[in-house]
């Protein structure tokens, strides 16, 4: 009867082992990153849930550079593609090549093959292109020549693109949209913050060089396997799954809305407050949980008509009436 009660011992102690490094990572990400702990906590909220992340903000709000700190913190592999309009899938994806030594052809993987893939303006691409990410989003594989080829794990998406600058773009379809775990919108920093940004630069701070900024990794895969693992046991009430219903079914009756969250949608709203409660320190999630992570966790997924778009409906704007009008669970 003890081994049972060794096992739940020590796996409560990784539990908070990983918790407490996972905490970290602001204090370690702020060394490259100034004032962007939401967009922080929204990317370790995708890595527990396995899922991707969508960074949308005008340039130079130091995306890419988030995304490459947060990579060196984890002490994870990351590859970045920029998205052009000639890209081609197998520039992503990998190809078969000719090897002329042995007559033979070979795989050469693609950037794809990473744990952090920072997939850089990726509207900008056409959805031909755009399209050979949903394979790995999903499936965590690669089809090439129609052998399967697993992605390593962790495996996750981070995709920008300029919410200002449109001329040039390719709008994402629904369908890949819907595969974003989140989306992080990345404002413009406030006047303190750009202040350290310029005293930072000032004082030699080279953003290429983020070893040199003092970062170091405080975390690892195998934190993250433990997080995931006590994420997994993190309770729901059946009045917080009806919660999350009731939003999402919700939105596909607003009047403003053509387009409403789909049941994927209500899966990962339930998901992203899970993960979050446990971030914070519980083993439940709460109601409040649930409205921390509306926002990001649905904005993509609703579809606006064009009259209340022209009124100045936004996403967010309905999302938040839809959360002030369904009943909170007591």
Known sequence: MMAPTTDSAGNTEDAATARASL???R???AKAVVGQDPAVTGLVVALLCRGHVLLEGVPGVAKTLLVRALASALELDTKR????PDLMPSDVTGSLVYDTRTAEFSFQPGPVFTNLLLADEINRTPPKTQSSLLEAMEERQVTVDGTPRPLPEPFL???TQNPVEYEGTYPLPEAQLDRFLLKLTIPLPSREDEIDVLTRHASGFDPRDLHAAGVRPVAGPADLEAARAAVAGTAVSAEITAYVVDICRATRQSPSLTLGVS???ATALLAAA???AWLTGRDYVTPDDVKALALPALRHRVQLRPEAEMEGV???SVINSVLAQVP???
């Open 263 to 265: 049941p994927r949608g």
């Open 157 to 159: 998406v981070a995709a």
């Open 23 to 25: 905490e970290t990572l």
């Open 274 to 276: 899970r993960a979050w």
């Open 81 to 84: 593609v920029q998205f052009t």
């Open 27 to 29: 204090t370690e990400i």
């Open 328 to 330: 909170v669970p007591r």
């Open 314 to 316: 936004t996403a967010d």
